[in-house]
DNA sequence: CGGGACTTGTGAAACCATTCACAATCCAAC
DNA sequence: GTTGGATTGTGAATGGTTTCACAAGTCCCG
């Protein structure tokens, strides 16, 4: 299989979304141009990004919207469910720990853990918080790891994390985690964003204009 | 002024990160290459980042702490303090307002708003939620909007931020914002990070390698 | 004061992603 | 059937970003 982009595979989730509220709605049928134009893309990048997995349209026709869903999950691995480990019940935990979105999508969140000795063994969220200390053992059938630490602590939970043998990883911290290039991470970073919206508040004045894409996550 | 990618500002806020706390920790000079390894780029992308916005290194000395710190706040609009009002008075923005970094680095969150009449007038982490009805009115002043209500509800919340005039938007809700060419947005999708993680996790087994960069946010 | 070690700033080259443009295909209608 | 209108899939062209490579500048030491 060629290198695919992960500005490609971030659009096929926003197709994916798109496609399933469609489907909800009834619509059956869907051409790229359409596609496209909901999700803020070019018909032709939408036949691109499709093209390095296969074809799933009909010329004249567009696409079915159950097909195509089927095949975007496929591609996705999204047709499995996967469990998820939080690591740090702090505010932002507990923001992801209410969402049932994530769960609607195949991630279930399964295990939870804390530094904190006043928060281990109760009951939050439905789970019981587990010790930081246990990490190690508890992480066993864990795909992906949520890491909502503070950043000076995110770097030695990840070592721990990948040394259990996880290969996912969902960061909070605001900082660079090193890990082999084996497991995959990825970083939401809010305070990158409110920069980059400074950035474009000032320049708006200087008269800047658009601009265009993004780096991200890292693997290795 | 020339064209300067996301990527790049992005990448800045990140060497703004670094820098500040290797000040921090009393270190007055530091080199391309150093500021490369520690943020996860090259030393040659750290210089070309840099060199679009004028010159700040000695050769053969590499760059002050203090005058490259500066020098990135003044790029990236951070010499004055931002106001920001937070819509949804949520999960996500509990977790917002409880943060105290984002005011470190210059945003104020001011303002908040919810419709939900059962929450609208109750103080809540030491502002009084105001009615989502007054939005027109109260946005007066500010300079960036966080949207985190529903998804169903963040197109109309939107249309309303950009005619009170706001020209910067954070947004929570995992839905295309259509907004006027002169407003910024920056979406934070979580989803589609767990998705991408999704993605790494089926196509290691297949032999699928590094991938590169990501598409984000609109303007216009 | 000159040589050596080091580092920046930057054109040019290499690489990657997006857009273009069109032949191939499909359906419907007659 | 055959025609017309629509839409896909994809090489080629374009546009943008990252990496390379090196001349120019700085510092230190003898
Ligand atoms: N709250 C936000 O809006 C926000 C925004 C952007 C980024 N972040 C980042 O997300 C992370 C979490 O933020 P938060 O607001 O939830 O913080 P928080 O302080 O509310 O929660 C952090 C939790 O992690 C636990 N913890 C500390 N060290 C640990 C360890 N070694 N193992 C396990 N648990 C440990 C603490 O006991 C605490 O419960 C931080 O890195 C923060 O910078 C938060
Ligand atoms: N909680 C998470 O971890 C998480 C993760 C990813 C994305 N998100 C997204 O963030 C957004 C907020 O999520 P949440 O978990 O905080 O939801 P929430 O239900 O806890 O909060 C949403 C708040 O918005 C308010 N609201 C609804 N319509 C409004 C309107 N028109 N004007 C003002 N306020 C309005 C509601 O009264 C509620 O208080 C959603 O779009 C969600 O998809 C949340």
Redesign the interface.
Known sequence: ?K?????T???L??Y??LLTELAAAGVTTLASGELAR???TSAAQVRKDLSFFGTFGKRGLGYSVPELTEALRG????ERR?RVALIGAG??G???M??Q??RR???DIVAVFDADPARVGTEWQGLVIQRDADLETSLQGI??AIVAVPASAAQGVVNRVVAADV????NFA???LDVP??V?V?T?N???????????????A???????????????
């Open positions: 299989m290198k695919v982009s992960e500005s595979i971030a659009r989730s926003v994916l979304r909901r999700c803020g591609i996705l691995g999204l996967w505010k932002i507990a923001a992801l209410a969402y979105d994530f999508q195949g991630f795909d992906i290969r996912a990883i969902l605001p900082t660079k290039e084996h995959a990825k939401v809010m305070a990158l964003e409110l920069e980059g919206l400074s950035y474009a508040l000032v320049n708006e200087r008269g800047a204009r658009r601009v265009t894409s993004r780096p991200a996550a890292s693997r290795g």
